[in-house]
């Protein structure tokens, strides 16, 4: 037994390797997960005071790393917001980075061509449930609400 206790800070870096190995991870996600594994909180933060000291997890990376995955599906920064916060990365991040993210994003472009694309689908249905289709999808996929609304009457007269 006093041996199983020796070889749980070893299996505990183990598994937060291995969950680092398929991709970046924040520090609540792998405190979550090693929570889940059965781990003890003072092994738990051990862990995540390592990995953090050596550079295995840091949010802001993190953090960037999930926004430029997130804008290439295309989502709307609302949506990949919401993401980074249930991630447990901090508001001061969030903010700095989706405020960097802006610099170089053209939401209004954005929608325009997803909502055509999406129109183009939906050719055979009534202009106003074609219009409230899109404008569902856009708005789940995290687009402003008022961008959408602008971009449909413009394609939808």
Not at 62 to 70: L, N, T
Not at 80 to 96: H, Q
Request: glycine share 6%; aromatic share 8%.
């Amino acid at each position: 037994m006093v041996k199983n206790k020796l070889d749980a800070p070893e299996k505990a870096r183990a598994y937060a390797f291995l969950l680092l190995k398929f991709r970046l991870r924040s520090v609540k996600e792998i405190h979550g997960r090693l929570k889940i594994k059965g781990f003890e909180e003072g092994i738990i933060k051990e862990t995540v005071s390592f990995l953090k000291d050596k550079g295995f997890i840091d949010d802001r990376l993190f953090a960037k790393s999930w926004i430029d995955s997130r804008i290439k599906k295309p989502l709307g920064l609302r949506r990949i917001e919401a993401e980074l916060r249930l991630k447990g990365i901090s508001k001061e991040i969030i903010d700095s980075l989706i405020s960097e993210t802006k610099k170089n994003y053209c939401e209004p472009d954005l929608v325009a061509k997803i909502a055509k694309e999406r129109l183009e689908k939906l050719k055979g249905i009534e202009p106003q449930k074609a219009k409230r289709r899109v404008y569902a999808y856009l708005v789940r996929r995290g687009f402003s609400p008022e961008t959408v609304i602008d971009t449909i009457c413009r394609q939808i007269p």
